[in-house]
């Protein structure tokens, strides 16, 4: 079993900054990937940003240049930067962990969603 811990939402102004982390730990050999996703009232859960094992990251068009994505393998944390918050922003954020397990010879791939954090934007 994995656990998956996200810490640091919260409420800004437009143009605010926050800072989100993400903690996995568990039974797992590996991390394969990480990635923030968030869903704002009445719309679809979307992937923000996301980061692999091999540290490329990719982002959805309406944060990048705002939002940064980050990783400390060691501590199989990844944060997310948000800097010149708007009110579009405003969402529950989740992080998704992908992990493997190496067994018999095989790998299998998993994944986890923590329970999400509040992120409010005002104008």
């Known amino acids: 079993q994995v656990r998956v811990v996200e810490s640091g939402g919260g409420s800004v102004r437009a143009g605010g900054s926050l800072r989100l982390s993400c903690a996995a730990s568990?039974?797992?050999?590996?991390?394969?990937?990480m990635a923030w996703y968030r869903q704002a009232p009445g719309k679809q859960r979307e992937m923000v940003a996301r980061?692999?094992?091999?540290?490329?990251?990719n982002y959805v068009d309406s944060v990048k240049d705002r939002f940064t994505i980050s990783r400390d393998s060691a501590a199989n944390t990844v944060l997310l930067q948000m800097n010149s918050l708007q009110p579009e922003d405003t969402a529950v954020y989740y992080c998704?962990?992908?992990?493997?397990?190496?067994?018999?010879?095989?790998?299998?791939?998993?994944?986890?969603w923590g329970q999400g954090t509040q992120v409010t934007v005002s104008s």
């Open positions: 998704k962990v992908g992990t493997i397990i190496r067994a018999e010879r095989r790998r299998h791939e998993y994944e986890y």
């Open positions: 568990g039974s797992f050999d590996s991390i394969n990937f």
């Open positions: 980061i692999n094992y091999g540290g490329f990251t």
